[in-house]
């Protein structure tokens, strides 16, 4: 008799696939109780501070300073002093920096991570995984290109622009930090960079790198604070504003820069169509659509909110996608085994939760998987709605959480219709076997990138930006260099 046979059915059998807690040690991050401007390779004090927290269970994490006006004028003075010395050295002296940045970030790539997921709320396998590993991709990605300029534009003299102000969101708060100051850099420009009021810590321990890589003083200047740091930056003597974050206040930039000679390059908000067609390889189209919408809590501009299903594979699909989302793990963002983290403040936890009550007035029909949630702290449970019609909120505005709105087509052409019925156009994703109808689909969908049988997929040679409201110019590869360079 067999082993097997011998156990019978007094062997157990799991209930269910429940993991022991799998805690990511924060030791390995030392944080100090206040941080200053870090302006001119120096840290400066600043009248008033505010709090960071960790979304997970709103404990306090540090102190952190509020730039005023004045602060933010004195960084982009730094940076214009630094901008003389920066520009004129050669290429190839500038990529030894950046290399030197994109190396020490992978060396301390463990300390980052658990930072970003302290301090956002984002699983630390996705920080581990994704971010830290994209954000030193970008150094040395564009370190490459430093003292290639002229081959890259041939004919046309590139010249560094003088002072970025850079404006950053907390949904990818260190990667977005790379995709700013990685190309600005490169091409010889200097930058002042604005983390968001949530998630400053990790552009703080971004200047320790900077210090380590001995870059001149002044070539990064760090200044934190809320929105109004933010209006400033837009306001001082910079030469250009790269934004990225809402679709209000980017048109508000928009119009305030209009006519001034300042260069803009603005990244907003998307409401992405994921198409799934009837040939598509299923459980790959699910996997795809979990991943499109859950990563990172759904707080990504390019996340496949609106999934469009054809109509002779919506019940499988539906029925698919409601018994995955009951293996998600929702908790602990420092949990290894944790799939969708918390929420990242108070203020977006509100926002999801006033969208998601509008779908059920509307008429549409809620699934939320069974999940129990950590007392203290942001958290919102993986939702999908399904009998949604094109004219409801969740089907229109970007809800910027977990949340999923189904619908259905019948024809390529009106999957199309459909998908490009919005005002934003930042991404797409389109599941199907069939490669001509890939190209097909991609030719006629209004989004900067169009994902096939893949979603939610960065590298940096890839340039990545929006149609309509979803902003114009193009961050990563030789596309997201351009918009730091003048030509003569
Ligand atoms: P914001 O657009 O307000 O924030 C983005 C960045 O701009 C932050 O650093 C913010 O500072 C700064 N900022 C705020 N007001 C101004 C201003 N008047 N002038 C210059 N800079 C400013 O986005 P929110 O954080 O308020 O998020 C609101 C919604 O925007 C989300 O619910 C989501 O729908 C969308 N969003 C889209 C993102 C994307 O990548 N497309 C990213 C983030 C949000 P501070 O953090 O201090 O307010």
Not at 191 to 197: G, H, I, R, S, W
Not at 213 to 219: I, K, R, S, T, Y
Not at 231 to 245: N, R, Y
């Amino acid at each position: 008799m067999t082993d097997v046979a011998r156990r019978g059915d007094r062997s157990p059998v799991p209930a269910d696939w429940t993991y022991a807690p799998a805690p990511e040690s924060t030791d390995i991050v030392r944080l100090q109780e206040r941080y200053g401007l870090y302006v001119g390779g120096e840290w400066l004090e600043t009248k008033e501070r505010f709090t960071t927290i960790a979304p997970r269970d709103e404990s306090p994490l540090a102190e952190v300073a509020q730039a005023s006006k004045a602060d933010v004028q004195n960084a982009v003075a730094a940076a214009r002093d630094a901008f003389g010395t920066w520009s004129k050295l050669p290429g190839s002296e500038r990529a030894k920096y950046l290399f030197r940045i994109a190396r020490i970030l992978a060396e301390r790539s463990r300390e980052f991570a658990v930072l970003e997921s302290l301090n956002g709320g984002k699983p630390i396998k996705e920080s581990r995984d994704v971010d830290l590993p994209l954000a030193a991709a970008h150094f040395f990605y564009y370190a490459g290109w430093a003292d290639k300029l002229e081959y890259a534009f041939p004919n046309r003299t590139p010249k560094p622009l003088g002072v970025a102000g850079q404006i950053i969101p907390w949904n990818f708060p260190l990667l977005m930090l790379a995709w700013k100051i990685a190309p600005a850099l490169a091409a010889g420009n200097t930058v002042v960079l604005k983390p968001a009021e949530t998630t400053p810590l990790t552009a703080l321990l971004f200047c320790d790198v900077v210090r380590q890589a001995e870059l001149p003083p002044g070539v990064v200047n760090i200044v934190t604070g809320d929105g109004s740091t933010g209006a400033a930056l837009v306001e001082a003597e910079v030469d250009k504003i790269a934004f990225t974050g809402s679709t209000d206040v980017g048109k508000a930039i928009a119009r305030q820069l209009a006519g001034t000679g300042k260069k803009v390059t603005l990244e907003l908000g998307g409401k992405a169509a994921n198409i799934v067609f009837d040939d598509c390889a299923l459980d790959q189209a699910v996997e795809g659509i979990v991943n499109g919408i859950y990563f990172n809590q759904g707080h990504v501009c390019c996340a496949g909110s609106r999934l469009f299903v054809q109509e002779s594979i919506y019940e499988p699909v539906v029925e698919k996608l409601k018994k995955r989302m009951t293996t998600l793990r929702v908790g602990d963002p420092l949990d290894k085994n944790t799939d969708i983290g918390a929420i990242n403040s108070r203020m977006q936890l509100d926002k999801i939760t006033e969208l998601v009550a509008a779908g059920e007035a509307e008429g549409a029909e809620i699934y939320q998987p069974p999940c129990r949630l950590p007392e203290k702290g942001y958290w919102f449970v993986p939702t999908v709605f399904t009998n949604v019609a094109q004219s409801y909120r969740i089907a229109q505005e970007e809800i910027f959480g977990p949340v999923l709105s189904v619908l259905t087509f019948r024809t390529p052409d009106e999957a199309v219709e459909k998908a490009n019925n919005t005002p934003y156009g930042l991404s797409a994703g389109v599941w199907t076997e069939k490669g001509s109808r890939i190209l097909w689909m991609a030719e006629r969908l209004r989004a900067g990138v169009v994902w096939a049988n893949t979603f939610n997929r960065f590298d940096p040679t890839s340039p990545f930006g929006g149609y309509k409201e979803s902003g114009f110019g193009r961050e990563g590869g030789l596309h997201g260099m351009e918009p730091y360079l003048d030509f003569e």
